[in-house]
């Protein structure tokens, strides 16, 4: 690993070459889940008429970030990192690839959406945790957030061309031919991660940190306790909104399959600005306080966008909304692993990943409003919780920084060096 070649700037860690692979892994990848949720999506809405179907699929497909979250930075930990994202690549891909094959044939009910949904989403689990922690490993702790960023950025610059290809294609060829596409996309980004990267807990002492062990240490940690409270908060009131795009596309703005493209374009696109500042500018974004603030600034987006008339101006909001999110994304993760020991960080991004599986209970609860009273008071009724909860984080923060300020006076770190993220608003 060329981890000194790693230097400041926006683009810093593409000049490791093992992470320029894992980029353009990365890449691929991205288009291919940009492109089946669109169909996915689409296809749920189609079965019921109703958002409650495409909570249904979304929350199928966040359960297994609930349930294998945590055994994902188990494996992370124990594992070579790279074979994990490679044969996680190879399953999404084969899943996809059937779900394209059901569609052709007719055979696509929710039931069977779901279920497809479900098992991308297990194999996603692993591909997420274990390639967050192979990005840290391949750039080392100063360029971690940087190359956190870009990692997502890669995701986004997909999304924006998914959203376009994919309601294209969904409205001219059909949802069989765009899931075609999306598999093989998978499997695309199977072939270039780059390989033989190990985790460091395999490395140093041959055996695995235990999970209970591990999940403990972490949720005792206030200042990660903080920094998840943040993450499953944007999960549950924020990023399900994504339940609610299909109406919005069909029933409020009538604009159809091809205009969900567009605004999840907009939201990729939004995603790329958002994720390029945050690379820019790694080092500002260290405390939990920065962390709420912009997670707060993702509920006023939302708010602003549900109640807007206009589609011109919807599209410009999707584009906030896509550059909150991922900033959000990526600040989460980098604070995660940042604020534990070297052996844990497989453990903190499976800590991450359950905290998206939480989301659950968004997609199901955003789904039930967003059919009973519509989905502008949905969202906007999301957003503003998000909002009091973040104010909330900020409201605990003095109380939680003054007792890790007690703790490091008591036990001080021997190395003289913060590296994490603090407590501090």
């Known amino acids: 690993m060329d981890v000194s070649r790693a230097n400041e700037g926006m683009f810093a860690s593409l000049h490791v070459g093992s992470f320029r692979w894992l980029w353009a892994?990365?890449?691929?990848?991205?288009?291919?889940?940009?492109?089946?949720?669109?169909?996915?999506?689409?296809?749920?809405?189609?079965?019921?008429?109703?958002?409650?179907?495409?909570?249904?699929?979304?929350?199928?497909?966040?359960?297994?970030?609930?349930?294998f979250g945590i055994p994902a930075g188990a494996l992370?930990?124990?594992?070579?990192?790279?074979?994990?994202?490679l044969l996680a690549n190879v399953g999404s891909g084969a899943v996809i690839g059937v779900l394209g094959l059901a569609s052709l044939a007719g055979a696509v009910g929710l039931p069977i959406l779901a279920a497809g949904a479900f098992l991308v989403s297990a194999f996603d689990a692993v591909r997420v945790t274990a390639?967050?922690?192979?990005?840290?490993?391949?750039?080392?702790?100063?360029?971690?957030?940087?190359?956190?960023?870009?990692?997502?950025?890669?995701?986004?610059?997909?999304?924006?061309?998914?959203?376009?290809?994919?309601?294209?294609?969904?409205?001219?060829f059909g949802s069989a031919p765009t899931l075609l596409v999306a598999a093989v996309a998978y499997l695309g980004g199977a072939g270039l991660v780059p390989r033989g990267v190990l985790a460091p807990v395999a490395r140093v002492s041959g055996a695995p940190v235990a999970l209970g062990r591990a999940a403990i240490?972490?949720?005792?940690?206030?200042?990660?306790?903080?920094?998840?409270?943040?993450?499953?908060?944007?999960?549950?009131?924020?990023?399900?909104?994504?339940?609610?795009?299909?109406?919005?596309?069909?029933?409020?703005?009538?604009?159809?399959?091809a205009g969900l493209g567009w605004f999840l374009s907009a939201r990729a696109l939004g995603g790329t600005i958002g994720l390029l500042a945050i690379a820019t500018t790694a080092s500002r974004w260290r405390t939990v306080g920065s962390f709420a603030l912009l997670a707060g600034a993702f509920g006023v987006a939302l708010i602003a966008f549900a109640v807007t008339p206009v589609l011109a101006i919807a599209l410009v909001l999707a584009g906030v909304i896509g550059a909150a999110g991922a900033a959000v994304d990526a600040i989460g993760q980098a604070q995660l692993q940042h604020a534990v020991a070297e052996e844990q960080r497989g453990a903190a991004m499976g800590i991450w990943?359950?905290?998206?599986?939480?989301?659950?209970?968004?997609?199901?609860?955003?789904?039930?409003?967003?059919?009973?009273?519509?989905?502008?008071?949905?969202?906007?009724?999301?957003?503003?919780?998000?909002?009091?909860?973040?104010?909330l984080v900020g409201a605990a923060l003095p109380a939680v920084s003054g007792?890790?300020?007690?703790?490091?006076?008591?036990?001080p770190d021997p190395t003289g060096q913060a590296v994490g993220p603090t407590a501090d608003p």
């Open 131 to 172: 390639g967050s922690a192979m990005a840290f490993d391949l750039v080392g702790p100063r360029s971690a957030t940087n190359a956190i960023a870009l990692s997502n950025l890669a995701v986004q610059v997909a999304g924006i061309f998914a959203g376009i290809v994919g309601g294209v294609g969904l409205a001219e």
């Open 353 to 391: 990943m359950f905290c998206l599986g939480l989301g659950l209970a968004g997609h199901i609860e955003t789904g039930l409003l967003g059919g009973l009273l519509g989905a502008p008071f949905a969202q906007s009724l999301n957003g503003a919780i998000l909002i009091v909860l973040t104010v």
């Open 25 to 67: 892994s990365g890449l691929l990848s991205g288009f291919a889940m940009y492109s089946s949720v669109l169909v996915l999506s689409w296809l749920a809405l189609g079965t019921q008429g109703s958002t409650l179907a495409v909570g249904v699929l979304l929350a199928a497909r966040v359960l297994p970030q609930l349930l």
């Open 76 to 85: 992370a930990d124990r594992f070579s990192r790279s074979h994990l994202v």
């Open 217 to 257: 240490a972490i949720v005792r940690n206030r200042q990660v306790a903080l920094i998840a409270i943040v993450v499953a908060g944007a999960e549950v009131f924020a990023f399900s909104n994504m339940t609610l795009l299909p109406s919005f596309a069909r029933d409020v703005f009538g604009i159809g399959a």
């Open 403 to 411: 007792r890790s300020r007690a703790s490091l006076k008591a036990a």
